[in-house]
C-alpha cells in the first residue's frame, strides 16, 4: 500500500517570494514521484518527475523538487513566484515495479495563492 | 495525435438513474485510472486496470463499476448505489510504473 501526504492545503504567498510545497509519502517498495499543477479551469498537466539519478528534478518554468529517500519526501519549491503560479499543485507516487502494483496515488493537493 | 479523451464533457443525471462515462485512449498505454475530484479534497481514486480484462478497487469504489475489454477502453458506470455521485470524474492513462501520465480533461456529473 502506499499513500501521499501533503502538508498545507493552502499557500498564499505574495509575487517574488519563495514557495515550498511539502510532500511526504509512505510506500513498501521503490517508487516513482511526480508534481502535477492544475491552473484554474484547466485539466492536470506534469510539472516533473523523480524516476532514478539525480535526486534534484526542475521544471521548465523554475520549478524544482528533491527527493529525499531518508525522509520519504519530495517537496516542491520556487524561489521566486508569479502571479501566473496560481494553480493547485498535486503530489503524486506510483510503485516502480510492476510486479508491486503501479496504482498512481494522489496527495490531497496544495492550493497556492500568490498575492501581488 | 495521440491522446486521451473522456466524453462527454457535462452530464446530468437524474437521481436513481446509472450512468456511463466513456474515456479513451490510443497512447498503448497498459494503465488507466478513474479519479474523482470534490473541492477540497483532492484526486481520489475509484478503479484502475494494468491490464486488458483486469482491473482493481481504488480506495472509493463503492456505488461505481469499471470494465477493460479493450486496451484502448476504459468506461467508468456510475451506479444508483453511489450516494453522492455529483462530482468531476478525472480519467488518466500510463505506462506501467505511472509515468508518462496523460490526463482525460475530464466529465462533470450533476445529478437532478
Known amino acids: 500500500a502506499q499513500s501521499v501526504t501533503q502538508l498545507d492545503s493552502q499557500v498564499p504567498v505574495f509575487e517574488e517570494a519563495p514557495v515550498e510545497l511539502r510532500c511526504n509519502y509512505s510506500s513498501s517498495v521503490s517508487v516513482y514521484l511526480f508534481w502535477y499543477v492544475q491552473y484554474p479551469n484547466q485539466g492536470l498537466q506534469l510539472l516533473l518527475k523523480?524516476?532514478?539519478?539525480?535526486?534534484l528534478v526542475e521544471s521548465i518554468n523554475g520549478f524544482e523538487a528533491e527527493f529525499n529517500k531518508s525522509q520519504t519526501s519530495f517537496h516542491l519549491r520556487k524561489p521566486s513566484v508569479h502571479i501566473s503560479d496560481t494553480a493547485e499543485y498535486f503530489c503524486a507516487v506510483s510503485a516502480s515495479k510492476k510486479a508491486a502494483g503501479n496504482k498512481l496515488t494522489f496527495g490531497g493537493g496544495t492550493r497556492v495563492l500568490v498575492k501581488p | 495525435d495521440g491522446g486521451i479523451t473522456q466524453s462527454p464533457k457535462y452530464l446530468f443525471r437524474k437521481e436513481g438513474q446509472n450512468v456511463t462515462l466513456s474515456c479513451e485512449q490510443n497512447l498503448n498505454h497498459d494503465a488507466m485510472y478513474w479519479y474523482r475530484q470534490d473541492p477540497g479534497q483532492g484526486l481520489r481514486l475509484i478503479y484502475y486496470?494494468?491490464?486488458?480484462?483486469?482491473?482493481q478497487k481504488g480506495d472509493i469504489a463503492e456505488g461505481y463499476s469499471v470494465s477493460r475489454e479493450k486496451k484502448e477502453s476504459f468506461p467508468l458506470t456510475v451506479t444508483s448505489a453511489q450516494k453522492n455521485p455529483t462530482a468531476f470524474y478525472l480519467c488518466?492513462?500510463?505506462?506501467?510504473?505511472?509515468?508518462?501520465?496523460?490526463f482525460g480533461q475530464g466529465t462533470r456529473l450533476t445529478v437532478v
Open positions: 523523480y524516476l532514478s539519478g539525480s535526486t
Open positions: 486496470s494494468q491490464i486488458v480484462n483486469d482491473f
Open positions: 488518466v492513462s500510463s505506462w506501467t510504473g505511472g509515468f508518462g501520465a496523460f
